[in-house]
């Protein structure tokens, strides 16, 4: 099993979606010791915005694509690669000003293709990336989950079924701002949703414990 794991936290050592995004690919872990583990963090390195430039590079076949253009292309290519070749997807994402952050954005939008992750048919849309898992750790300060103001649930959902990826899985860490005693109550909720999502054959490990563990 190939894992891609995809944080996109501004934080480091802090963030919380990464840590969850972290325990979910332990659970697949635990469950095989064999699987392999791509890891993107777009805080750590970000991926170049979707620019006049990048559009002409994309738009220009490969022959004839300056040495410049096709790098862009290429940063691009390596992001796809890295999504065809996995089994199941992780990803890490805060919520930020309603949205998803912009790594996130840039990563959506380099790994978006016509042709090679998507095509149009006579039928309409098919997305080209099928049979994987994804799994989405989603971190906010406040509560939005099933409310209209959850502009991240539906983005996601829409553009990951564009591009074929149709078994989606969201863990919610809801109120990290609404102090102390809820931040604690949404990571325990969010651990016990991975033991529950990821990992249901496993022995339930106490999460309450390493949901504690995390925020120590
Ligand atoms: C720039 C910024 C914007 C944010 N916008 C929102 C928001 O619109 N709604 C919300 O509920 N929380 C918002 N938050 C809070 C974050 O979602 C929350 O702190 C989350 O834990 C961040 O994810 P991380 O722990 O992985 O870094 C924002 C935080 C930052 C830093």
Redesign the pocket.
């Known amino acids: 099993m190939n894992v891609l794991q995809i944080?996109?936290?501004?934080?480091r050592e802090?963030?919380?979606?990464?840590?969850?995004a972290n325990r979910i690919v332990q659970r697949l872990r635990d469950a095989d010791p064999d699987a392999t583990l791509t890891l993107r963090d777009l805080?750590l390195k970000p991926h170049p915005v979707l620019d006049e430039a990048t559009l002409g590079a994309l738009f220009t076949p490969a022959s004839q694509r300056t040495p410049e253009q096709a790098a862009r292309v290429a940063l691009d290519d390596a992001l796809i690669a890295e999504i065809q070749a996995a089994d199941v997807v992780v990803l890490?994402?805060?919520?930020?000003?309603?949205?998803v952050?912009a790594s996130l954005k840039n990563w959506i939008d380099a790994i978006a293709r016509a042709g090679v992750t998507f095509r149009y048919t006579e039928k309409g849309p098919e997305g080209l990336l099928k049979g994987k898992k994804v799994y989405v750790?989603l971190?906010?300060?406040?509560?939005?989950r099933d409310t209209p103001?959850d502009s991240q649930v539906p983005y996601l959902k829409t553009v990951f079924s564009f591009l074929g990826l149709t078994d989606v899985v969201f863990v919610y860490?809801?109120?990290?701002?609404l102090g102390a005693d809820a931040e604690q109550m949404a990571i325990n909720s969010a651990y016990q949703q991975i033991e529950e999502a990821v990992h249901p054959l496993a022995p339930a490990k106490a999460h309450v414990e390493m949901a504690e563990l995390e925020l120590a």
């Not at 802090?14 to 969850?20: F, I, P, V």
């Open positions: 944080n996109s936290s501004a934080r802090a963030s919380h979606s990464t840590r969850l805080g890490g994402v805060p919520m930020y000003n309603f949205g952050p750790a971190t906010r300060g406040g509560k939005y103001a860490a809801e109120g990290l701002n």
